[in-house]
């Protein structure tokens, strides 16, 4: 049942009785994420390509997991039957997995740049596909794409990433466009630094390393991924229901320096 129509959703909670799937579950933003809908009632499939993800349909009941590459199209499809065949429909989906890379633009390789686009741009099209077809099918529902800062400053020795986080907020916009008729709404949030591990595999310091980008925002500290699950919960409620289209910033104030 879709989340527009589902006579459960109330304005104090906004999403309980609705069925979600998040990406990029397992740590971080997904999985604060994965916490924030399940303490309000939604049922959720939680997916990423890290098989601890499974961890999360024991801590949580109304939680189910899948274990796949957010690239390929067989995930996104598997995700969404997921949703429809244990909870019954789907009216969520937050777009969260992301790959990150730091490199001059002139040493980035032809496979650094299809890599990050394969996470951050590819993958989020063919889940908010799959997700569309279903939930407009259901009446209407809502995707929330997970951005970043870089969806509209650009970020040195980021040419990859930057490219694929402007990529996701144009998409969103178009997400936006085409779904409104079916009552699909499409929102971004773009963050600032967040404390989580999106870099330990590229750096030993990788925590000490992202706190260090405190002074860059004005209120001189970095997010915490439960902040950012705040502002990604809000987007998939029924609170922002006149609200689609748009790319919100959490970014602590980064960009408007």
């Known amino acids: 049942m879709s989340q527009q129509s589902n006579p459960e959703v109330t304005p104090g ?24 809908l399940h303490a309000r009632g939604a049922l ?19 939680v189910a997991t899948v274990v796949g590459d957010v690239a390929l199209e067989e995930t996104a499809v598997r995700a969404v039957r997921t949703a429809r065949e244990r909870f019954g429909g789907l009216d969520i989906l937050v777009n969260n997995a992301g790959r990150t890379l730091n490199k001059p633009f002139t040493e980035t390789t032809a496979e650094d740049w299809d ?10 099209f063919l889940h908010a596909r799959e997700a569309f077809r279903v939930m407009r099918a259901g009446g209407g529902g809502t995707i929330v794409n997970v951005g970043s800062y870089t969806c509209t400053v650009a970020l040195p020795e980021g040419s990859a990433y930057t ?31 967040i404390e989580t591990d999106l870099l ?13 980008f ?44």
């Open 163 to 193: 490219a694929s986080k402007g990529a996701l907020a144009q998409l969103t916009k178009v997400i936006a466009l085409e779904g409104g008729p079916h009552g699909i709404r499409a929102n971004a949030v773009a963050p600032g630094v």
């Open 44 to 62: 959720v499939v939680a997916e990423d390509i890290r098989p601890e993800v499974a961890r999360l349909a024991a801590e949580f009941d109304g």
């Open 115 to 124: 890599g990050v686009m394969a996470v951050n741009a590819r993958g989020p």
């Open 214 to 257: 405190a002074d860059a925002h004005p209120l001189k500290r970095v997010a915490q991924p439960e902040e950012i699950a705040e502002v990604i919960g809000f987007l998939a409620s029924a609170r922002s229901s006149f609200m689609t289209g748009a790319v919100v910033a959490a970014d602590g104030g980064f960009t408007a320096a």
């Open 13 to 36: 909670d906004g999403v309980r009785g609705a069925v979600a799937v998040v990406t990029g579950a397992a740590r971080g933003v997904g999985r604060a994420t994965v916490a924030w």
């Open 200 to 212: 330990d595999g590229f750096r030993d310091d990788s925590r000490a390393y992202l706190r260090s």
